[in-house]
Nanobody, 122 residues
Framework: QVQLVESGGGLVQAGGSLRLSCAASGRTFSSYAMGWFRQAPGKEREFVARSGSTTSYADSVKGRFTISRDNAKNTVYLQMNSLKPEDTAVYYC??????????????????WGQGTQVTVSL
């Protein structure tokens, strides 16, 4: 069992930056692929980024967001720059026990955090 706790969300103006953190429990964090997803009101949960055997991003965030991880701290980060109002959503981190692969589907992840709200104003 893995527990994930996100932090770092908040209100920011368009063009600003935020860094989200996701702290994971367990001793095998380095063997898990980690992902970030987001869900806006009335919309389905969508893929944002993944860190595993490969690193991947949704087209909508490429060049603006960066996923990174510190295995010594059991933490994955999402640095978000040049934020836009359409980035407003609840952001979730997720863990995939399968290191290899590149799934961007929520069903491919085994554990989820509770989410953190990101609101980008004009």
């Amino acid at each position: 069992q893995v527990q994930l706790v996100e932090s770092g969300g908040g209100l920011v103006q368009a063009g600003g930056s935020l860094r989200l953190s996701c702290a994971a429990s367990g001793r095998t964090f380095s063997s898990y692929a980690m992902g970030w997803f987001r869900q806006a009101p009335g919309k389905e949960r969508e893929f944002v980024a993944r860190s595993g055997s490969t690193t991947s991003y949704a087209d909508s965030v490429k060049g603006r967001f960066t996923i990174s991880r510190d295995n010594a701290k059991n933490t994955v980060y999402l640095q978000m720059n040049s934020l836009k109002p359409e980035d407003t959503a609840v952001y979730y981190c997720a863990a995939d026990r399968t290191w290899y692969g590149s799934t961007s589907y929520p069903a491919g992840y085994d554990w989820w955090g509770q989410g953190t709200q990101v609101t980008v104003s004009l």
